[in-house]
Nanobody
Framework: QVPLVESGGGLVQAGGSLRLSCAAS??????????MGWFRQAPGKEREFVAA????????AYAASVKGRFTISRDNAKNTVYLQMIGLKPEDTAVYYC?????????????WGQGTQVTVSS
């Protein structure tokens, strides 16, 4: 398990932007050996995939609903992964979770943060 702490959520108007951050802490793991992902869960809905990035940052993947509006990136020197969100829509309102998975496990994630709330008003 990788300790993950998200930040950067908040209330924003439709069309606005936010940048989420997820910091990994602890001394017993190497952040750069983990693929990282962002998921979200809206009220009454199941958790859904948003974006992911490989351990090196060389490959990324996005849900169709956010492609072109969201960008995932990482800074291995800071043990941090980011989710830049632009053109936010009310349907982006959800709790956003950061996740981590071993580099050899593809997009299979087994560590989760506590989540950060993003609310987009119309």
């Amino acid at each position: 398990q990788v300790p993950l702490v998200e930040s950067g959520g908040g209330l924003v108007q439709a069309g606005g932007s936010l940048r989420l951050s997820c910091a990994a802490s602890g001394r017993t793991f190497s952040f750069s050996t983990y693929n990282m992902g962002w998921f979200r869960q809206a009220p009454g809905k199941e958790r859904e995939f948003v974006a992911a990035i490989t351990w090196s940052g060389g490959n990324t993947a996005y849900a169709a609903s956010v492609k072109g509006r969201f960008t995932i990136s990482r800074d291995n020197a800071k043990n941090t992964v980011y989710l830049q969100m632009i053109g936010l829509k009310p349907e982006d309102t959800a709790v956003y979770y950061c996740s981590a998975g071993a580099a050899g496990a593809g997009w299979d994630f087994d560590s989760w943060g506590q989540g950060t709330q993003v609310t987009v008003s119309s």
